[in-house]
């Protein structure tokens, strides 16, 4: 079994559809998958930030049945553990959503596995995920690669936080993940949960570039990362192209190596929006 964890709201949906379904094309396997997907509503703080909606998971898991009846996606209301650790905390209007700290709550959710990844949506796999899962954790908690700008202006070890394969039974030893939230609760941190799992780590295993590109695509990168990149032309400025933008993928990176991904998500996310309609 290959353990995947996503966390979001209603947004990610387009995410979490297009990166299952690069791993799903591009393993050779037929051991299934087992998606966990941690939401909560914290509309409270922003009127966008609603929980995934049953009717997504249960269209993302039809989905995902067609290429394995044994894959499964089990949808985690995160939000009463949000609101008892996290409502208040110094970090909750960070840089970033407050649904990036919901994977700190890994070690307390009932029925999670030894071994999971955690992967951030905006990912596309390039090769055989088990590249990546099947990587030997023995006395590591977490193995993840550098983050390609933090590797030259921070540390030459500093991390990218989204693609961490966690060994969860270690960590619970060692406590990492409590150790971040007590972190989260009591500074405010430049980088939020990254920054607090980096300086909560006992031992992490440093992985090759190619497991979180977040500049480039090569032919050996497992994982292509989709986050925001500092472009030079015609200027320099930062852009943020996701995935599923998949005119701007072909006209500003000029990939079309994921066609068969994103002409797929295409249908299925027309397909999804038709039966909603159909039953309002």
């Not at 929980?51 to 209301?77: C, H, M, W």
């Not at 202006?153 to 406590?175: C, D, Q, S, W």
Request: with cysteine; charged share 25%; glycine share 4%.
């Amino acid at each position: 079994m290959v353990n995947v964890l996503f966390c979001g709201n209603i947004k990610v949906f387009d995410g979490i559809l297009t990166c299952a379904l690069s791993m799903m094309k591009r393993t050779a396997s037929q051991e299934p998958f087992a998606f966990y997907i941690y939401t909560m509503d914290v509309s409270r703080l922003n009127p966008s930030y609603l929980p995934i909606t049953a009717e997504q998971i249960e269209f993302f898991e039809g989905v995902i049945k067609e290429y394995n009846p044994e894959n499964s996606a089990r949808l985690i209301d995160v939000t009463k553990f949000y609101s008892d650790e996290f409502a208040g905390c110094p970090n909750e209007g960070a840089y970033c959503s407050p649904y990036t700290l919901i994977r700190l709550f890994a070690d307390e959710v009932d029925g999670m596995p030894d071994k999971i990844l955690y992967l951030d949506v905006d990912i596309l796999f390039n090769r055989d995920i088990h590249l990546l899962y099947d990587i030997d954790l023995d006395g590591y908690e977490y193995a993840a690669a550098n983050d390609h700008y933090g590797k030259y202006l921070i540390n030459p070890r500093y991390i990218n936080a989204g693609v961490l394969l966690f060994n969860l039974k270690h960590m619970r030893e060692t406590k990492l993940l409590e150790k971040a939230r007590g972190l989260i609760k009591t500074k405010k941190l430049l980088f939020a949960d990254q920054s607090a799992i980096i300086r909560s780590t006992t031992r992490k295993k440093l992985l090759p570039q190619r497991f979180n590109d977040q500049k480039f695509l090569h032919k050996h990168t497992v994982v292509r990362h989709f986050s925001k990149r500092l472009f030079w032309l015609p200027y320099p400025h930062t852009d943020n192209i996701k995935q599923w933008q998949v005119s701007r993928v072909h006209k500003v990176f000029r990939y079309y190596c994921f066609d068969d991904i994103l002409f797929e998500y295409i249908y299925l996310i027309e397909k999804f929006k038709r039966g909603n309609t159909e039953n309002e």
